[in-house]
């Protein structure tokens, strides 16, 4: 049910939801109220009563039904939009009537205002978006020099909220050097799944050395973890953790999030399941990622052609191998709980190139061909010797041009 509103707040809504209907009203009222002066030469005065007297009243009465009409549909829009149980079982406005694109702008501007105030939704459902198309969008344009991620993290994404009762949260495990994206794709995932993006109350960010930097405070963080996952899960039908740095994660804080990860029974098989996505951002396996492409482009090969099939048997044995975290042995790994292995593979000069251009118009300074490669010539590139790869990626390039900023 709705929220409880005050009758100033109704007010102020009714009130943005008659603004589109000014244009419908105004040219008829005015036409309708406009003072008639004497008739000119030759023109026969109306008399009263005539059929020609008042001309206009036939239209402003049309034009006020369809006032009313397109305020009623506005208005079933917009409580379908805040309170989406009130909705049918298609989650559609009962009146199911499609806006024009200035209706839909003005709605969207509504519902945003309305609800960066007043609380929607017990469940938060209203701030999910699911914006695929932007996903797409983001994933072409904004990140450079990844193809596999481009691909899979899109793909899978994609199947799994097409699902209508996933038996199983979705866990994608993202690796490789720091700097080539990793984060940045998890804050595109965040931006078009959420109208909120990382703000959202559905989208919970965990850095290990920051949230649980003490092992003797172990059990409290396994507690506090734990609980932060079942409330946000209880509050939101589709929820988001992304956990970084996930290779230094205590083994005890991954056991404890298997359960997170299994399989499960739909406890109604009429009813829309809900949906999670666990993100895990591990540096770990970046060491096997950029042997495997640069063998390949000694080879000749271009990068585009870098596939799965190279990449995943030397990612998992260097996961499997490595002494220094715990990641690779954890359950989540051994089990199979995690689905998808996502490669990053390092970015070249060109690639910190279109970054730098990136950074540069973001803040609405075009930059000269000169600019660009000054920015990246400030990279340290390896190995030494063929000065193929970014070390950092693109990491720290949104510092380096405040040098050229005026």
Known sequence: MPCGLQRPLWLW???????PLLPLLTPPLAGALEHRGPAAPGEAAEEPGSGRAWPTFQDLREQLRAAVALSRRYWGLFSC????ETCGQDRKSPLAWSLPLLGQQYLDILTTWYCSFQDCCDSG???ISNNLTGLQSDLSVRLHGQHLARELVLTTVRDYLALPRPDKALALSFHGWSGTGKNFVAQMLAE???RDGLRSDCVKVFITMLHFPHPRLLDLYKEQLLDQVRRTQERCHQTLFVFDEAEKLHPALLEAL???LERRAPENHRAESPRTIFLFLCNLGGDAINEVALELLRAGRPREEVAMGHLEPRLQA???ASTDSGFGRSRLVTENLIDLFVPFLPLEYRHVRLCARDAFLSRGLPPTEEMLD???GMMVYVPK????FSSQGCKSIAQRISYFLP
Do not use: K, S
Not at 13 to 19: H, S
Not at 81 to 84: D, G, I, L, M, T
């Open 125 to 127: 459902d209203c701030r």
């Open 192 to 194: 078009n799944l959420y």
């Open 258 to 260: 298997g359960p997170h």
């Open 13 to 19: 809504v009714v009130l943005l939801l008659l603004l």
């Open 81 to 84: 939009r805040v309170w989406p």
């Open 385 to 388: 010797a063929e000065q193929r």
């Open 374 to 376: 000054e920015i990246a």
């Open 318 to 320: 260097e996961l499997a």
